[in-house]
């Protein structure tokens, strides 16, 4: 892995696992002043749809671990499954580097979203606003078309 790439997928993987272990800890602060019944879950207005036992602010947390430990099981097949293009080493290098970073940064919004905002809204028991959610997801998509713009280019290069 190219030392930049490396560099940012280490901070980048930090700053997801910054971003969940400050909410936990939030969480736990405040877990005594919770009331016992709270809205959980968000319907597509943002407002609550689910109210529960406060046990259930758990689920964002556990999306957002899977999260963090999906983006390093595909960090790891990534170096090791070669991509079966008849391509350069270099050329290979680069299209694992920039679906390295396309994880990376996928990871870290959905760690933003469910440990950040999804876990802040239930704690306040404030609405969502649905323009965060989509506009993370254009964010992840846009990452999408970019990165396959770039497989293609490489692609038509090499003729």
């Given amino acids: 892995m190219n030392k930049i790439i490396k560099m940012i997928h280490v901070m980048l993987i930090t700053l997801s696992l910054g971003i969940f272990l400050l909410s936990l800890l939030r969480l736990i602060i405040v877990w005594n002043t919770l009331p016992d019944r709270i809205g959980v879950h968000f319907s597509s207005t943002g407002e609550f749809d689910v109210f529960d036992s406060k046990r259930y602010i758990a689920y ?3 999306i957002a671990l899977f999260a963090i430990i999906l983006v390093q099981v595909i960090t790891y097949f990534i170096w090791k499954i070669p991509t ?7 050329k290979e290098a680069k299209i694992k580097s920039a679906f390295q970073l396309l994880i990376d940064f996928s990871g ?3 760690v933003f979203f469910y ?3 999804w876990t802040d809204c239930v ?5 969502l606003d649905t323009h965060i ?6 964010f992840i998509f846009l990452m999408n ?15």
Avoid: C, D, H, T
């Fill in 60 to 62: 964002p947390y556990l």
């Fill in 84 to 90: 079966g293009m008849k391509i350069s080493e270099a």
């Fill in 108 to 110: 870290i919004g959905y």
């Fill in 115 to 117: 440990a950040g905002v």
């Fill in 123 to 127: 704690i306040r028991q404030n609405p």
């Fill in 133 to 138: 959610p989509q506009i993370i997801l254009l």
């Fill in 145 to 159: 078309i970019l990165f396959f713009i770039y497989i293609i280019v490489i692609r038509i290069r090499k003729g």
